[in-house]
């Protein structure tokens, strides 16, 4: 008998989750704001078991911080966590993009390009948060293109992280947004001529400079 493939649903607890991470892409909710897992029940129509579910796997993305006797919190870096970050994803991103130039370089190009055309288009609407949706697509090029799939996985471990602190930190980050799309620019002409030494440079001091960025932004909220 041939192996028949079946569409599982899924569970409440993934539904729940992906709703949460939604809102917290979409900044409905804060950075360090307390959850309640009852009005988090009540608001979706579920019990508490599937919500104190999805809120553990959040945990596992690295969005939520689960505080025993305290309750969950959705996740706001200092400045330790923030340079580890960086760090990590210096790390990451200056390997997936020299293998994703070897393993596919037109189709990695023309997707950064694409990317590109959503940045042109956020700042024409001055969108923020399609902006910082257009960034999250552009850096997910290198992975998805990188022709290894466990490179992709860890990448994994740290995006969720970064997708939230560009939404949340769109706005106060309006300053530098003419510097970064330059950067981004760079970035793409660079993989696109296949010069790998640019290319690393660029990236490097682009995501270096995240650090200092985010936490000021980060600071500035505070005020």
């Known amino acids: 008998m ?8 899924k569970s409440l607890a993934v539904l729940v989750a992906e709703r949460l991470r939604e809102a917290i892409f979409r900044t409905e909710l804060s950075l360090g704001e307390v959850l309640s897992e009852e009005k988090i029940a009540t608001a979706m129509n579920v019990s508490r078991t599937p919500v104190r579910e999805a809120l553990t796997l959040l945990q596992l993305q690295g969005l939520i911080t689960i505080v025993p006797q305290s309750g969950s919190i959705v996740f706001k870096p200092d400045v330790q966590d923030m340079a580890e970050l960086v760090q ?7 390997q997936a993009a020299p293998m994703a130039l070897e393993h596919d370089p ?11 055309g959503m940045m042109v288009e ?3 609407n001055e969108d923020a948060l399609k902006y910082a949706d257009a960034d999250r697509v552009f850096h997910k090029v290198f ?4 022709g290894n799939h466990y490179v992709r996985e860890a ?3 740290c995006s969720g992280r970064v997708t939230a602190l560009r939404a949340h930190l ?5 300053m530098h947004r003419d510097r970064t799309f330059a950067e981004h620019q760079r970035i793409a002409e660079a993989f696109a001529q296949g010069d790998r030494a640019a290319l690393i440079g660029a990236l490097s001091g682009h995501i270096g ?7 000021r932004a980060l600071d500035a909220l505070k005020k």
């Open 2 to 9: 041939e192996a028949i493939r079946i569409s599982r649903p």
């Open 106 to 116: 037109a189709g990695a190009s023309a997707a950064l390009e694409q990317a590109i």
């Open 209 to 215: 400079a995240m650090a200092g960025n985010y936490t």
């Open 170 to 174: 769109s706005e106060v980050l309006e």
């Open 143 to 146: 992975f998805d293109y990188c």
């Open 155 to 157: 990448y994994e471990i």
């Open 88 to 94: 990590y994803r210096l790390m990451l991103e200056t």
């Open 122 to 124: 956020a700042r024409e």
